[in-house]
C-alpha cells in the first residue's frame, strides 16, 4: 500500500509539471544537461580543419531519452559529423559522444534536440507513456589555424604602431604646437568630432546595420580610437593644414587614455550583456594605451634634446617604416586573408564610418566658420582613425578567436580608408594638373614646415600679420579671426587710400582755382 501512495503522489506531481511550459517542465523534472569542456571553456577552441569530441551528459532521466536532432546553427563556421548516439541509462544519467569538425573562424551555437519517455501514472493507477522535448545549446568557437605568419604579422604590426609614433613625436615641436593653442577653434572642434561624434556614429551604425556583436564591438573601437598617420599623410598630400592635423593628432592620442575607455563602457555595453567572453577589458586597453604613448613621448624628447639626431633619425625611419608596410601587407595578406571573408553588410558598415565621420567633421567646421584648409583637416582627422591601434588593442585585449573576429573590422577599415583616400588624393592632384594649379610638397618642404610656420609666426609680430601673409607657407592655414583681421586691415588700407585720393582731387582743384583766379 505505501509503495501504491507513492507512485500516485510521484504521478500527481509529474502531472502537474506537465501543465507547465517547457522551461518549468525541465526544472520541475530535473532533466539538467553538462559538457566536457564545460560551456564556454576558454581552453577549448576549435581549430578549422580538425575534429573535437563534445561529451553531453543528461542528468535527472525518469525513463529513457533519444537523440532526434544534433547540428550546427552556422555551419559555415563548423559542422557535426553524423554518429550514432547510444543513450543508456545509468542511475537516472545518460553520456553521449557529439564530434564536430572546425571549418572557418567564427563563434556558432550547437543545438541538441533529445527525446525524454516515461511512463506516467493516473490517480486509478493507470499507466500512460510521456513523451517530452528538450533543447540545449553549447557555444562552439572556431578559430584559424595557428601559423609562424600569424605571429609575425601581429608582432610587425605592433613594431610598426611604435615607430609610427615615434615618428609622431620627433615631429612634434611644442613652440610650434602652442601656436596652435593660442586660437584653439580647429583643435576644439577637432577633439569633440573625434571623441564626441565619432563614437555616436559607430554605435548608430552598428544599431542600423545587421552585423556581428564581435563586428560591432570592432567597429565601436574603432569609432573610439584618436587620429593616426594615415590622416597626417591625407592633409600633407591634399595641401592642407599639416601642422593643425599633427596638433590634433598628438592632442588625441592623450586624451584617448580617458576617452577610449569612457566611449567603450558608453557604448560597447548594450552589445556584450550575456557574452561573458566579451566584456571589454579596460584595464588592459588603459594600459596599451599609456604604453603606447611612451614611444611619442621618447620622439618629443630627442627632437627637443637633440634636433640633429631627430632630423637624421626621421630621415630613417621613412624607408623603414615603408619597408615594415611591404612586410605587413606581404605577412598581412596570407595572416589576415580570413578578415575579406565576411558578410557584405561588414563592409558596407566599415566604409560607411570614414566616409560619414569625414562629411560630419568638414560640416560641423565650416559651420563655425573655419576655413577650407582647416574644415578639411578637422574632415581627415575626424573620419581617419587609427586602425592600426584599434586592430592592435582588439588583439591583446580580447580572448581567442574572438579577439580576431573583433580585429577584422578595423582592418577592412582601415582598407578601405586608404581606398577612399588615394581616389580622393587622385581625383586633387588630377585637377591640379588640369588647372595648372599643382602644388609639391617634397621631403625638404615636409621636413620644413614647422620651422616654416615659426618663422612665420616671428615675422607676423614684427612686421604685422596683414603684412606678412603674403610669406606665409601654402601648407599653412588661415584661421577665420586671421581671415577677418586680413579683411579689416584690407579695408582700412582701402579706406586710407581713398581718403589719399579725394585729397588729392580737392588740392587739384584749388590749385586749378587758384591758376584762374591769377588768369
Not at 105 to 127: F, K, M, R
Not at 153 to 163: A, M, P, R, Y
Not at 317 to 326: N, R
Request: charged fraction near 20%; include cysteine.
Amino acid at each position: 500500500m505505501a509503495y501504491t501512495l507513492y507512485l500516485k503522489i510521484i504521478a500527481s506531481l509529474l502531472l502537474f509539471a506537465g501543465t507547465c511550459d517547457s522551461q518549468e517542465l525541465m526544472d520541475n523534472t530535473g532533466i539538467t544537461a553538462s559538457y566536457e569542456p564545460i560551456d564556454g571553456d576558454p581552453l577549448f577552441v576549435l581549430i578549422e580543419g580538425t575534429n573535437a569530441t563534445i561529451n553531453v551528459t543528461i542528468h535527472g532521466i525518469l525513463g529513457n531519452i533519444s537523440v532526434t536532432k544534433i547540428e550546427s546553427e552556422n555551419p559555415d563556421f563548423f559542422i557535426v559529423i553524423p554518429s550514432e548516439y547510444e543513450t543508456t541509462v545509468d542511475n537516472g544519467s545518460a553520456t553521449f559522444p557529439v564530434r564536430v569538425r572546425g571549418v572557418f573562424i567564427g563563434v556558432s551555437p550547437l543545438v541538441i534536440h533529445l527525446e525524454h519517455t516515461y511512463l506516467l501514472y493516473d490517480t486509478q493507477g493507470l499507466a500512460r507513456l510521456q513523451k517530452e522535448t528538450y533543447e540545449w545549446t553549447y557555444s562552439v568557437r572556431c578559430g584559424i589555424r595557428p601559423t609562424i605568419w600569424n605571429t609575425i604579422f601581429t608582432w610587425s604590426l605592433t613594431v610598426w604602431l611604435v615607430i609610427s609614433y615615434v615618428t609622431m613625436g620627433a615631429k612634434i615641436d611644442l613652440d610650434v604646437v602652442w601656436g596652435k593653442f593660442r586660437r584653439p577653434f580647429g583643435v576644439i572642434i577637432g577633439i569633440v568630432c573625434q571623441f564626441g561624434i565619432m563614437p555616436i556614429l559607430a554605435f548608430a551604425i552598428a544599431k542600423i546595420v545587421p552585423i556581428t556583436t564581435e563586428s560591432a564591438i570592432g567597429l565601436l573601437i574603432e569609432g573610439s580610437c584618436p587620429g593616426g598617420w594615415i590622416s597626417n599623410v591625407f592633409a600633407l598630400m591634399m595641401d592642407v593644414d599639416f601642422i593643425l592635423s599633427i596638433t590634433m593628432t598628438f592632442c588625441s592620442s592623450f586624451m584617448a587614455l580617458v576617452m577610449m575607455p569612457f566611449n567603450l563602457f558608453l557604448y560597447a555595453t548594450p552589445f556584450v550583456e550575456g557574452r561573458g567572453t566579451l566584456k571589454t577589458p579596460y584595464r588592459d586597453i588603459c594600459t596599451q594605451l599609456a604604453l603606447m604613448m611612451v614611444p611619442v613621448l621618447i620622439g618629443m624628447y630627442i627632437l627637443r634634446r637633440h634636433p640633429s639626431v631627430a632630423e637624421k633619425m626621421t630621415k630613417g625611419l621613412k624607408p623603414i617604416s615603408m619597408g615594415l608596410i611591404v612586410i605587413s601587407l606581404a605577412l598581412g595578406i596570407p595572416a589576415l586573408s580570413y578578415i575579406f571573408v565576411t558578410p557584405f553588410l561588414t563592409y558596407v558598415a566599415a566604409s560607411m564610418l570614414p566616409f560619414i565621420g569625414g562629411i560630419l567633421g568638414f560640416s560641423i567646421a565650416k559651420i563655425c566658420r573655419r576655413g577650407y584648409p582647416e574644415a578639411f583637416t578637422i574632415a581627415f582627422e575626424t573620419g581617419v582613425q587609427n586602425s592600426l591601434l584599434a586592430s592592435v588593442v582588439a588583439r591583446f585585449s580580447y580572448p581567442y578567436p574572438e579577439n580576431f573576429l573583433i580585429a577584422r573590422l578595423p582592418l577592412l577599415t582601415a582598407i578601405l580608408t586608404i581606398i577612399e583616400g588615394t581616389a580622393m588624393i587622385a581625383m586633387y592632384v588630377t585637377y591640379n594638373i588640369v588647372t595648372g594649379k599643382r602644388q609639391s610638397l617634397d621631403d625638404k618642404s615636409y621636413e620644413a614646415c614647422d620651422q616654416d610656420e615659426g618663422k612665420y609666426e616671428e615675422d607676423a609680430k614684427t612686421d604685422g600679420t596683414a603684412n606678412n601673409n603674403k610669406n606665409r607657407p601654402a601648407y599653412v592655414a588661415l584661421s577665420s579671426q586671421e581671415q577677418e583681421d586680413e579683411e579689416e586691415d584690407v579695408e582700412k588700407n582701402n579706406g586710407q587710400m581713398a581718403e589719399t585720393d579725394k585729397y588729392s582731387e580737392l588740392r587739384d582743384e584749388e590749385e586749378s582755382q587758384s591758376n584762374m583766379n591769377e588768369t
